[in-house]
């Protein structure tokens, strides 16, 4: 099949490269000219494990390609995906002008019957928007071409999207006449040989089952991270508490690690927007209101271990920190609890030296007019004088170090654990005063 993809970032550069590399004729479009002109020298404009080697081996075989023109690329494709941004407008509701565009140019241009994807994250009813926004154009130009409009929502985790595009648990499909839906098995049949993973169903209940699923992954994690609180409070080990309410076939353990909330692309914008689309319906969604504030919240516990431990003012401490991406395996930053923390305790006066493997350079672009944070070359350079280490973000990395140096890197023996990388005991034996969530102090 030949596909144009329109949007490259995280969403569209990795649906395009998966969708060559099962041998189809791609074409990115993208209307900024400095990640296209990136993307053709070789390089990506964002970190994702195994993205590059995929662009670069697909782009050799001549089966992906990168370009701006717009005529061009709805030209190209007998399938379009729209896979742009959504970011939240002022009130929390999905910004659907990037798509609305994108639809707008298709039916400006387009001169052979299209299939028209929506593969962002968008709200209920943006298919009808994306549908008349393609015939207002082909009415101007007083011409019939005919066309479908499928939502066909993405489920990528950042760190791990080659993976899960290439191997999906779940395709879900929003279309509602047979030769569209025919044309979508076809394209999806190279990704689910051993079983039928495509789920079809009408346009509207696909735009809400990514939402849906979003919301309930957060919800998981908030819950856990209110009960790890609690735990604090009562004495209880949240670890134990998971395991025996994971062990639970009905619960499971997936999304049940406490920490210091939620950050990324998806899951804070994702709630608010669907906490918009509901008001917009006249219905109030207590529970996603209760999550979003718990995840406010939880930001700041870090801030306030290391505050009880050191006091208010905290002029000539330094902190070490580890990780600066919301999650490991990326260099996203968005709504990271990093900054946050990094924000918290600047403003109380510390000077912060921090470390991430793969974020440096986007750390170092967003905290570029904070003159009391500067990056350190390596994990153990991060440590060096430091009074105390905050892990902020759960890398590989870090589940390992040598103990013994950190101890006699440190100032203080002190770790506060935002990822509840360690086990107290073994951290009291050895000496450090360990502040992890939701287990018990060492």
């Known amino acids: 099949?030949?596909?144009?993809?329109?949007?490259?970032?995280?969403?569209?550069?990795?649906?395009?490269?998966?969708?060559?590399d099962v041998g189809n004729q791609v074409l990115c479009l993208d209307i900024n000219l400095e990640k296209i002109d990136l993307l053709n020298a070789g390089g990506i404009p964002i970190y994702e494990p195994g993205l590059k080697e995929m662009v670069a081996s697909n782009v050799a075989a001549g089966r992906l390609?990168?370009?701006?023109?717009?005529?061009?690329?709805v030209a190209f494709g007998d399938v379009h995906m729209i896979a742009v941004g959504t970011p939240p407008g002022e009130d929390g509701s999905a910004d659907l002008q990037y798509v609305v565009a994108a639809a707008r140019n298709i039916g400006r241009h387009m001169t052979t019957a299209k299939i028209v994807i929506d593969k962002s994250t968008v709200p209920v009813g943006t298919a009808d928007k994306v549908r008349e926004a393609i015939a207002a154009e082909l009415r101007q130009r007083g011409v019939e071409v005919p066309f479908s409009v499928v939502s066909n929502p993405e489920f990528l985790k950042e760190g791990a999207a080659v993976e899960d595009f290439m191997r999906p648990d779940r395709i879900v499909i929003g279309a509602e006449d047979e030769d569209t839906i025919a044309a979508m098995r076809k394209l999806y049949a190279p990704f689910q040989r051993n079983h039928d993973r495509l789920m079809v169903m009408d346009v509207r209940s696909a735009e809400l089952t990514?939402?849906?699923?979003?919301?309930?992954?957060?919800?998981?994690?908030?819950?856990?991270?209110?009960?790890?609180?609690?735990?604090?409070?009562?004495?209880?080990?949240?670890?134990?508490?998971?395991?025996?309410i994971g062990s639970d076939p009905r619960i499971g353990y997936q999304f049940l690690y406490p920490g210091i909330g939620y950050g990324g692309s998806c899951f804070p914008k994702d709630v608010q927007a669907l906490q918009r689309t509901a008001s917009a319906a006249g219905?109030?969604?207590?529970?996603?209101?209760?999550?979003?504030?718990?995840?406010?919240?939880?930001?700041?516990?870090?801030?306030?271990?290391?505050?009880?431990?050191?006091?208010?003012?905290?002029?000539?401490?330094?902190?070490?920190?580890?990780?600066?991406?919301?999650?490991?395996?990326?260099?996203?930053?968005?709504?990271?609890?990093s900054l946050v923390l990094i924000d918290d305790l600047?403003?109380?006066?510390?000077?912060?030296?921090?470390?991430?493997?793969?974020?440096?350079?986007?750390?170092?672009?967003?905290?570029?007019?904070?003159?009391?944070?500067?990056?350190?070359?390596?994990?153990?350079?991060?440590?060096?004088?430091?009074?105390?280490?905050?892990?902020?973000?759960?890398?590989?990395?870090?589940?390992?170090?040598?103990?013994?140096?950190?101890?006699?890197?440190?100032?203080?023996?002190?770790?506060f654990d935002g990822r509840n990388l360690y086990e107290p005991e073994a951290m009291r034996e050895l000496g450090f005063d360990y502040f992890p969530v939701g287990r018990r102090q060492a």
């Open 1 to 20: 099949m030949k596909l144009t993809i329109v949007g490259t970032g995280y969403v569209g550069l990795v649906t395009g490269a998966c969708l060559a």
């Open 65 to 73: 390609h990168f370009s701006s023109d717009v005529v061009k690329g």
């Open 210 to 244: 990514k939402y849906a699923a979003n919301a309930m992954l957060a919800t998981r994690i908030s819950f856990m991270n209110e009960l790890a609180l609690l735990a604090e409070r009562l004495g209880a080990d949240i670890e134990s508490v998971r395991k025996g």
């Open 283 to 337: 219905m109030e969604l207590k529970l996603l209101d209760a999550v979003e504030r718990v995840n406010y919240a939880q930001k700041h516990v870090l801030t306030e271990k290391i505050v009880r431990r050191f006091g208010e003012n905290l002029n000539g401490k330094t902190i070490a920190i580890w990780g600066l991406a919301f999650k490991p395996n990326t260099d996203d930053m968005r709504e990271a609890p």
């Open 346 to 415: 600047t403003r109380r006066g510390a000077a912060i030296v921090a470390f991430d493997p793969v974020a440096m350079n986007e750390a170092k672009h967003l905290l570029a007019d904070n003159p009391q944070v500067r990056f350190a070359t390596s994990a153990t350079d991060a440590l060096a004088g430091a009074d105390a280490l905050a892990i902020v973000t759960e890398w590989k990395t870090f589940r390992a170090p040598d103990f013994l140096a950190m101890k006699a890197a440190l100032g203080t023996p002190t770790i």
